[in-house]
């Protein structure tokens, strides 16, 4: 009886995982090149900037709530660095990098604000935001892209640390200390509680915009690190860098299974959703797949991974 | 002088209504008090006041001797005051543990002291003998559970007053047994209750002593020993209701022919159980009970608006399966809901729109919609049923609540229904409406339409229904007709005296 | 409590050691089977920028040569997102193609794609989009860059200028495209080489960012301003169709002359409307077909150019017949 139990709860819960492994294996035997050295350094240095956000996402899909101004938040922060770097009496790269992610962290405030105070729904504030923080970025940047290589964001963004390249350990690391927040300290308990049910926090002491705000700043400051890991990769802060990262972001989290519902969920799940599509993306291209049939693919993805949560919740509520 | 605590002639006021009247009200330690009333007597407000929801009009408030000043919930509960509502406070997303424990988490300096938690939860299931394991998702729980989550983390944290709001009401008699032992216990140990329930039996198991409320006052309080059941429904009624209020008049029930509607051994769950009953031609049938009887359940499941899952329906001695409204509708049932302002207006919209609503085809010329005959409908609706309004347009929030009542009974105008199914439609409605409601009853039963009249206002219910039927905890549980049937008559059969 | 996350742990661990397992196996297998296969087929990938309709018609071009020559294409496109150009760059070279030919989404994203496929040693060709500072495309680790001079083509506007102001001269208003690109400097450089020592004068500049509406806008309000000009040079034909638009709107197109850049199906049409006055042209798809057509070259050991410009040539009332829209 108990092992029946056991089993169908595994299905449900490690459904994603199961499935993530059977592609892995498929597709080594698919394409060998798939499985090499080279290919899984890349793959896992490709998904360290989506899944650096993705993991900041989490926290606010898991407190109930969207933030689609990651993208531009990403941009702003390594122009903003660049910006500090480059320019005439230009600052020591730790500094910029720290201007960065405090002004992005402002942004999260401004967001955090807008949705917990202002009660204006969270789809519609960071919206609103990807355009303030857009028209910021051009008035800093004049709408030229700014390029320079960089020694210590070189480092960042394309060298190797023990063989492993560097936005790999950052990703890592986020994802870890992400963990142990949500998982371990009373904060994270919280964030849980005001996605899951938020009269009942209110009723229970929790002061559930304070702990909203600190969400978004959190999100916001992620997704600036992300930024700056871009620049070193790329080597130039461009205007127009960071364009459909929310979307992804959202997906890998969507499709790891934390439920957009909010009050659930976890990072572990979001880094299996990040790896899924990075290797969807990955064996695409290896396997020669027509490059529009990707796009049809990718959004049945998530209809499917969102479609099979939400039908399941509509079922339990109902009975 | 061991009063844990004492309240003095407390007052509230919303607005212009005085809600509570000078209520004096105190509690011994250990002692378990039940509060009774019918409905709108007082208690919930008289509780809320308690757990620092809202403040006191007038009045003060002592606990053990100190004046004090219930500023917010939190402060309530920081006195020692508990409160185990009847709507869940539980976040359906996190476990047993974490739900007991929310609010007040052990943590260091940032980290949750998560195995100190699990070892005070297993300390308080051994102490009351509680058994649901702490890692379970609340979601997952059965609603019974869940009330049992909630009164534990109410009894786990050292309140010194807990104040149980209907707590029986989910659950299964093992678990009332279960939970009747925790009061025993917490009585040991000096923990003083207030325990509100229309079960009376329940109360004279569990309680030392009742106070009885009625109409916003204090009527008493009285040792639970000088009390019986005829007793307490007395007070709660007064005596003034004993006699037979003003009685209908007319009777238009036409028990010659094929009921309306009949239902057979409905259900749904474990919500309504085995419902049976007819209702004739021009008849109209009061549905009484108290708040939670599970009365509006039924409605929904004649309605269409829920499923049931067992049992059937005949209109005009016909077979019928309703599984939608739209369904009723087609079968000539219509419904004014309990919930007027979210269920049975489009608040925003203007009156003509909302009137129409129902039988907008009968609007459309072709494609579109004319507008004109729209209005025309209204201003008819208007006329026949004295709506205070400016004019058809107006956005509906704009007007009164009997107006506002009024609107939703002008949907069902001029479309020849069988049956129209009324759930506490003069809640909140000033005298002059509630009439005019009365007269739109009168004139649909004296067309042959059926109407159930569903009213925790036993007077109302005398004075329009042909028969009563007592509803409690979503079954029949007794069946009159009224034929010199008083306000006592029905309150007894509701309190099972 | 514990058990939960240790689940989880477990499950992720288990994740990482299979795909350490799959390291460890497949190490570096595929570079053998490419290089048994370099007698057959060549494999070629292309790395296209974005989804617009220009690629479109370079892409048949492409495939019109991979048919000729017996290749095979495989695609990317960017969706215009520099990073995700780099990762389709990286893929390929691991999957191990014999030549990728790239039209990049940014100059930057491209020298880096330039590096790693040269780390690759796997030669590499840029086409439409020229990558580094040199305006005639050329770039060392490049087999070739194939595709326009941006600043010769800004002269070519520069001269259909002139041949409709003669002597005389007049007032230019210059409308670019989005600042800081590699087309609007060069282009806008080539304009101005050409018209020094003229009389003509650029008297106000302002950007489009290539799009037609933001064109008819500004000189909707340069025509409120009361702004006397002569001619209108644009940077591509939208932006020219806007601005003649504007004109028309107001009764003033007899009096200014639009130009514009590029040769869509869009500027012939409205040359032959009488909307814009002259544009350039240049064939898209032979851009493509080139591309492809150098890169073989490349592969059979011939050597090649550095630079395979093509010309944009003028294209006015006269003439716009003789030319096809591709795009």
Redesign the interface.
């Given at each position: 009886m108990k092992k029946n139990k056991m089993s169908k709860l595994n299905f449900r819960e490690y459904g994603v995982v199961i499935g993530f492994i059977l592609l892995c294996v498929v597709i080594s035997f698919a394409t060998p090149a798939f499985a090499s050295q080279k290919n899984i350094l890349n793959l896992l240095r490709q998904s360290s900037i989506i899944g650096i956000i993705a993991t900041g996402m989490t926290f606010v899909i898991i407190s109930g709530n969207f933030d689609i101004s990651v993208g531009a938040v990403a941009a702003f922060s390594g122009a903003i660095a660049m910006k500090l770097i480059t320019m005439d009496g230009g600052l020591p790269v730790i500094a910029a990098i720290i201007a960065a992610l405090l002004i992005s962290a402002v942004v999260g405030l401004i967001n955090g604000i807008a949705v917990a105070k202002i009660n204006i729904p969270s789809l519609i504030a960071t919206m609103a935001m990807v355009g303030v923080v857009k028209g910021a970025m051009l008035m800093l940047t004049g709408g030229y892209p700014i390029t320079q290589t960089v020694p210590v964001l070189d480092m960042l963004g394309n060298g190797y640390l023990l063989g492993i390249p560097v936005p790999v350990i950052i990703f890592a690391a986020a994802v870890i200390i992400a963990f142990i927040v949500l998982d371990k300290t009373r904060f994270g308990r919280y964030v849980y509680s005001v996605g899951g049910n938020e009269e009942a926090s209110r009723l229970n002491g929790i002061h559930v915009d304070s702990n909203k705000i600190k969400v978004f700043i959190i999100n916001a400051v992620l997704a600036a690190l992300a930024g700056i890991v871009l620049v070193g990769r790329m080597g130039t802060a461009s205007p127009s860098a960071g364009d459909g990262y929310d979307m992804d972001a959202i997906a890998s989290v969507v499709i790891g299974g934390t439920s957009v519902a909010g009050g659930s969920g976890s990072v572990l799940k979001t880094v299996i959703g990040v790896l899924l599509m990075s290797v969807i993306n990955n064996s695409f291209n290896l396997l020669g797949v027509d490059m529009y049939f990707q796009y049809i693919f990718k959004g049945l993805i998530i209809l499917v991974a969102v479609g099979a949560d939400s039908y399941s919740k509509k079922r339990l509520a109902s009975s | 002088m061991n009063q844990i605590l004492e309240m003095k002639q407390i007052c509230k006021d919303f607005g212009s209504v005085k809600v509570l009247k000078n209520v004096d009200f105190s509690l011994k330690k250990g002692e378990i008090r039940a509060l009774l009333g019918a409905n709108g007597a007082g208690k919930s407000t008289l509780i809320k006041i308690l757990g620092g929801v809202y403040p006191q009009t007038s009045g003060e408030i002592f606990l053990n001797g100190h004046k004090i000043n219930l500023k917010d919930s939190s402060y309530s509960k920081q006195l020692g005051i508990s409160i185990i509502y009847q709507e869940l406070s539980l976040v359906p997303t996190l476990s047993v543990i974490e739900n007991i424990f929310l609010g007040r988490e052990y943590a260091g300096n940032c980290f949750l002291k998560k195995r100190k938690m699990e070892q005070e939860y297993a300390d308080i299931c051994r102490q009351f003998s509680f058994d649901i394991p702490g890692n379970v998702m609340i979601s997952k729980l059965s609603i019974a559970k869940q009330q049992m989550v909630e009164i534990m983390k109410a009894v786990s944290t050292n309140a010194d007053i807990i104040i149980m709001d209907e707590p029986t009401t989910s659950l299964t008699n093992n678990e009332k047994e279960g939970l009747f032992a925790i009061i025993t216990q917490l009585k040991a140990i000096g923990k003083s209750i207030i325990y509100i329930s229309h079960i009376l039996e329940e109360v004279f198991l569990n309680c030392d002593n009742a106070s009885i409320m009625r109409n916003g006052t204090m009527v008493g309080s009285y040792d639970i020993k000088e009390l019986t059941k005829e007793k307490i429904t007395q007070l709660m009624t007064g005596m003034e209701s004993s006699r037979i209020s003003g009685k209908k008049q007319t009777i238009h029930a036409d028990y010659s022919r094929e009921p309306v509607l009949e239902v057979k051994k409905l259900g749904r769950g474990n919500v309504v159980k085995d419902i049976s009953f007819k209702i004739y031609k021009g008849e109209v049938v009061g549905f009484a009970g108290l708040v939670g009887s599970k009365r509006t359940e039924i409605m929904n499941l004649i309605y269409g608006a829920d499923r049931s899952d067992r049992g059937e329906m005949l209109k005009n001695g016909k077979p019928v399966i309703v599984k939608s409204p739209k369904q009723a509708i087609k079968h000539k049932i219509g419904l004014i809901p309990e919930d007027r302002k979210h269920l049975g207006l489009i608040l925003g919209q203007e009156i003509y729109k909302n009137s129409t609503a129902v039988q907008i085809n009968k609007f459309i010329n072709a494609v579109f919609l004319n507008t004109g005959k729209e209005i025309a409908f209204a201003e008819y609706s208007q006329k026949t049923l004295g709506i205070k309004m400016n004019n058809v347009r107006q956005k509906v929030k704009e007007l009164s609540g009997g107006n506002q009542q009024k609107v939703v009974v002008s949907k069902w105008l001029n479309q020849e229904m069988d049956l129209i199914i009324y759930d506490e439609p003069t809640k909140g409605i000033d005298i002059r409406a509630k009439e005019d409601i009365f007269h739109t009853i009168e004139e649909f039963s004296s067309h042959g339409v059926g109407v159930i009249f569903v009213s925790s206002d036993l007077e109302e219910v005398l004075r329009i229904a042909d028969r009563v039927l007592v509803i409690r905890g979503g079954s029949i549980v007794s069946e009159m007709k009224n034929e010199n049937l008083t306000v006592q008559d029905i309150m007894d059969r509701i309190f099972d005296v | 409590?514990m058990?939960?996350?240790m689940?989880?742990?477990v499950?992720?661990g288990?994740?990482m050691l299979?795909?350490a397992g799959?390291?460890a196996?497949?190490?570096?297998?595929?570079r053998e089977?490419t290089t048994g296969e370099k007698k057959g087929k060549v494999k070629m990938a292309v790395l296209l920028p974005g989804p617009t309709g220009y690629f479109v018609a370079t892409k048949e071009g492409v495939d019109k040569a991979a048919n000729e020559y017996n290749i095979d294409i495989?695609?990317?496109?960017a969706?215009?997102?520099?990073?995700k150009q780099?990762?389709?760059a990286?893929?390929?070279i691991?999957?191990?193609v014999d030549v990728i030919a790239l039209c990049s989404v940014?100059?930057?994203?491209g020298?880096?794609i330039v590096k790693a496929a040269g780390e690759a040693n796997i030669p590499i060709l840029a086409f439409t989009n020229a990558i580094g500072s040199d305006e005639t495309g050329k770039y060392e680790g490049l087999i070739s860059y194939v595709g326009q001079n941006e600043v010769h083509t800004g002269v070519v506007t520069g001269e259909i200028a002139k041949a409709f102001l003669g002597e005389e001269g007049g007032k230019a208003i210059l409308i670019e495209g989005?600042?800081?690109t590699t087309p609007q400097i060069n282009r806008k450089k080539g304009l101005e080489q050409a018209l020094e020592g003229t009389n003509i004068e650029i008297i106000y500049n302002q950007?489009s960012n290539w799009e037609k509406e933001q064109a008819l806008k500004i000189v909707e309000d340069l025509i409120q301003k009361n702004m006397a000009f002569d001619i209108i040079i644009c940077q591509d034909d939208n932006s020219a169709i806007g601005a003649g638009q504007a004109l028309k709107e107001a009764g003033l197109k007899e009096d200014v002359k639009v130009i514009g850049l590029g040769g869509s199906r869009d500027g012939l049409q409205a040359i032959k409307d009488g909307l814009i006055d002259g544009t350039t042209y240049m064939s898209a798809v032979e851009e493509g077909y080139l591309a492809i057509k150098t890169a073989v070259n490349f592969i059979n050991g011939e050597t090649v150019e550095p630079v395979t410009e093509i010309e944009q040539v003028e294209v006015n009332i006269e003439n716009v017949d003789t030319f096809k829209g591709e795009w």
């Open positions: - | - | 409590m058990k939960k996350h689940k989880k742990l499950a992720l288990m994740v299979m795909m799959i390291i196996c497949g190490g570096t297998t595929n089977e495989e695609y990317a496109d969706e215009w997102d520099a990073s780099l990762s389709q990286e893929d390929f691991v999957k191990g940014d100059s930057g994203a020298e880096k989005v600042p800081g950007t």
